[in-house]
């Protein structure tokens, strides 16, 4: 029989009775086991407890070097399973392209974190074979959230990243390495694999998180902790793209329901069977298709070809950090969100600064303006259904256009219920048009069906001076938000004349500097003081939806 490790023997010994000892043990024998167990404590190396009983290392397979590369960095949610009980989603991933047009090379391992990715030395040999142009897709989270540095009896774990992703760290000596270490924030492991990546040429992608079989109130869990929102962060202020497999699957998991979801994850809550790997795997492949990557679709098998694209993922748009909170939705233009929402060209919209002025443990702020939308096109792409579906009561909905309103995509003027037969110059198809104040208020209504509390903004002021003073417009897009605030019985901030106040103030010169562009696109100072002036104007209503928000002295 193969003898027992000491620590232990002592454990059965002490703690289960058998032919060979009582509960009547001495303690003189106890103590001379838990001494000799400290001493094969001391002296052995600890024993880990892999993410899973089959956890074996990625096989290092040759790379065709004439090949470009996707590379897949993550945990046992993506890493080679057991087979068709537990597997991870990049082993299917793999049918999606065709092998003789791009490498694909999964080095996900079970159990590690974006800490001991990086610490054990997976991410070193994954660099070591990167090459320009090549994608690496990065996908942490699950093991993060673990012990930092483990403490005796074993099974042992020291994986766990600081929460966050701030420079925080802790000095530790690794009960598992037997070596001193600097134990860092989630986010500065996910930026070092980032900016790595990045410094040879190749592309990163970041990943949310896959789905664990939880449920509450008929919905599935969507994500664990906040790995999500970090890993949006960290893509965001790295202005890399990010697909978000936690909210996708979860929309498509809520319309299959638990109990054909259950059948994917026969193991535990956290991985799935072939099945799910593959399902998983499919709604990344559509991330990338949407991400618009040029070279990528001469990549794919015809498995590949066949999905759809998850059109918005180029985006990156953002979700609730936190789903049980309130939300702040905002919803207009490039002047609210520009591009990806990452500065591009130095230009930011007030809906970046917003945040700022909340706090963000009692709401989430929600950023889904488009650039290039007006009032009907927001609608009309389905930028507006994909906030109506995530609605629920208490939230609330900042709703501001006006400046894509014009030309042959503007709706007909005013706020009536004229319609008229137009032609859209890109389809060549005729559909009915109809009034500006009337999309409006097909927002308006939306909103306040789901429980939601909806205010109207008037348009940002451009940069165009008269005779001293910013020009206002008169008869158009803002006082057609008013009136149909008006009208409706809803909030209304007069952002176009609060902001126009602020740079009649300040004047030209001073006001120069708050634009990136000619006249129409905010820098990061000039989106900040708009953000503070979208403030200035909620506190100055007479019931402040986000009042219960506001950081002090905000």
């Known amino acids: 029989m193969t003898p027992l490790p000491v620590a232990a023997e002592v454990t059965r010994l002490f703690f289960l009775p ?45 790379i065709n070097a004439a090949l470009p590369t996707i590379f897949i960095a993550g945990d046992s949610t993506a890493a080679r399973g057991a087979g068709a009980r537990q597997q991870g989603w990049a082993v299917p991933f793999a049918d999606y392209f065709d092998p003789a047009k791009v490498n694909i090379v999964n080095r996900a391992r079970g159990g590690r974190s974006s800490r001991t990715f990086i610490t054990e030395g997976s991410w070193d040999r994954l660099l070591a074979d990167l090459k320009k142009d090549d994608i690496v897709l990065m996908q942490f989270g699950h093991n993060d959230g673990g012990a930092l540095n483990d403490e005796p009896p074993p099974p042992l774990r020291a994986r766990g990243s600081i929460p966050g992703l701030g420079e925080e760290t802790k ?41 664990r079989n939880r449920w509450e109130d008929g919905k599935i869990e969507r994500g664990s902790g ?52 593959d399902l998983h795997a ?30 918005f993922a180029w985006l990156r748009l953002p979700s609730a950090a936190n789903p049980k909170l309130p939300s702040v939705f905002l919803v207009g233009d490039s002047t609210v969100r520009t591009g990806r929402g990452d500065g591009g060209l130095g230009q930011w919209g007030w809906g970046e600064y ?19 939308t007006g009032v009907r096109s927001f609608l009309d792409t389905g930028y507006w259904d994909l906030v109506v579906a995530k609605l629920k009561p208490g939230d609330v909905v900042m709703i501001q256009f006006g400046h894509n309103d014009n030309g042959a995509r503007a709706p007909l003027k005013g706020i009536g219920e004229e319609v008229e037969e137009r032609e859209n110059p890109t389809t060549k198809q005729k559909s009915p048009m109809h009034t500006w104040g009337w999309y409006l208020r097909r927002y308006l209504n939306d909103a306040r069906a789901k429980g939601a509390t909806p205010v109207v903004c008037s348009l940002i002021p451009r940069k ?91």
């Open 171 to 211: 000095e530790i000596d690794n009960v598992l390495t037997r070596k001193h270490e600097v134990v860092r924030t989630f986010g500065w492991y996910m930026r070092k694999m980032v900016a790595d990546a990045k410094a040879k040429g190749a592309t990163p992608i970041v990943l949310s998180l896959t789905l």
């Open 282 to 311: 499919a709604m990344v492949v559509a991330g990338l298709k949407g991400l618009r990557l040029a070279p990528l679709a001469e990549f794919l098998s015809e498995k590949g070809k066949a999905v759809t694209p998850e059109r």
């Open 464 to 554: 165009t001076w008269k005779d001293g003073k910013i020009a206002r417009t008169s008869d158009s897009h803002a006082d057609w938000a008013r009136a149909v605030a008006k009208a409706e019985g809803v909030a209304f901030v007069d952002l176009h004349e609060i902001i126009a106040r602020r740079y009649d103030e300040l004047g030209p010169e001073k006001v120069n500097a708050f634009f990136a562009d000619e006249r129409v696109h905010t820098s990061a100072a000039g989106a900040e003081l708009n953000a503070a002036c979208v403030v200035s104007g909620l506190k100055s209503l007479p019931q402040n939806p986000v009042a219960a928000y506001l950081k002090p002295g905000a």
């Open 18 to 62: 058998s032919p060979r000892t009582s509960l009547l043990t001495s303690a003189a024998t106890f103590l001379a086991f838990a001494l000799a167990a400290v001493a094969q404590e001391k002296s052995a190396a600890p024993k880990t407890l892999p993410d899973l009983a089959n956890n074996p290392a990625p096989a290092v397979a040759a």
């Open 354 to 372: 917003l945040p700022a002025h909340l706090d963000l443990a009692k709401v989430n702020v929600v950023n889904r303006a488009v650039g290039g």
């Open 226 to 277: 906040r790995y999500g929102q970090w890993s949006f962060d960290v893509a965001k202020d790295a202005a890399v793209p990010f697909i978000d497999l936690t909210n996708r699957m979860a929309d498509e998991f809520d319309k299959l329901g638990e109990e054909k979801v259950k059948a994917l994850y026969p193991q535990d809550h956290t991985h799935f069977n072939a099945e799910g790997a």
